[in-house]
């Protein structure tokens, strides 16, 4: 069982905007603005979408966003596309006796 | 640009040791505020964090796993590795490694992945 709670799917038509929610404690998402969110298409390597909860690295299109409420972060992908239909992870830095947690991964559909 | 590609058999039997390198290229692997990871996936599952280490040889590990792996680093070859004692078929997994930022503790680039299966 995976630290951090992600649904296990979700879908959207083209053009829809979606949210991913990854829920976790007050020891680890609640804690720290150190939140990441990953991209992985089947058979390829995990890619950096958002970092410090709402931060998006130079070259991720503007589409894909991140916040954090409480102990939950959030993904939305806005403007669905279907490149954008991947699992998507989210990492949270946990403190020093844990130090990092994974949620168990979220497929997109794009419908 | 930094690329990391793991190395090591595919295959490994219950009770022995699994070993794996991941070379870096494109980049010193002593340069910046970075440091070096291990994670792994089993089939069907989630993402799990082994451990990391920084270019000071410094390591931290995983609670749950903390008691059979070893991360080291060579700087001189640009590559670091994992070890992992006492493996069982719960240890069967895509392994990866990857770079993670000191300040904000994201990872990346990361590597291809590999395929371990623990099987006698």
């Known amino acids: 069982q995976s630290a951090l709670t992600q649904p296990a799917s979700v879908s959207g038509s083209p053009g829809q905007s979606i949210t991913i929610s990854c829920s976790g404690t007050?020891?680890?998402?609640?804690?720290?603005?150190?939140v990441s969110w990953y991209q992985q298409h089947p058979d390829k390597a995990p890619k950096l979408m958002i970092y410090g909860a709402n931060r998006r690295p130079s070259g991720v299109s503007n589409r894909f966003s991140g916040s954090k409420s409480g102990n939950t972060a959030s993904l939305t992908i806005s403007g669905l596309q279907a490149e954008d239909e991947a699992d998507y992870y989210c990492?949270?830095?946990?403190?020093?006796?844990?130090?990092?947690?994974f949620g168990a991964g979220t497929k997109v559909t794009v419908l | 640009q930094v690329q990391l590609q793991e190395s090591g058999p595919g295959l490994v039997k219950p009770s022995q040791t699994l070993s794996l390198t991941c070379t870096v290229s494109g980049g010193s692997i002593s340069s910046g505020s970075f440091y070096w990871n291990w994670i792994r996936q089993p089939a069907g599952k989630g993402l799990e964090w082994i451990g990391r280490?920084?270019?000071?040889?410094?390591?931290n590990y995983n609670p749950s796993l903390k008691s059979r792996v070893t991360i080291s680093i060579d700087t001189s070859k640009n590559q670091f590795s994992l070890r992992l004692f006492f493996v069982t078929v719960a240890d069967t997994a895509v392994y990866s490694c990857?770079?993670?930022?000191?300040?904000?503790?994201?990872?990346?680039?990361w590597g291809q992945g590999t395929l371990v299966t623990v099987s006698s």
């Open positions: 280490i920084y270019t000071s040889g410094t390591t």
């Open positions: 990857a770079r993670g930022y000191t300040y904000d503790d994201w990872f990346d680039p």
């Open positions: 990492c949270s830095y946990a403190g020093s006796t844990t130090f990092f947690v």
């Open positions: 007050s020891s680890d998402v609640g804690s720290y603005n150190l």
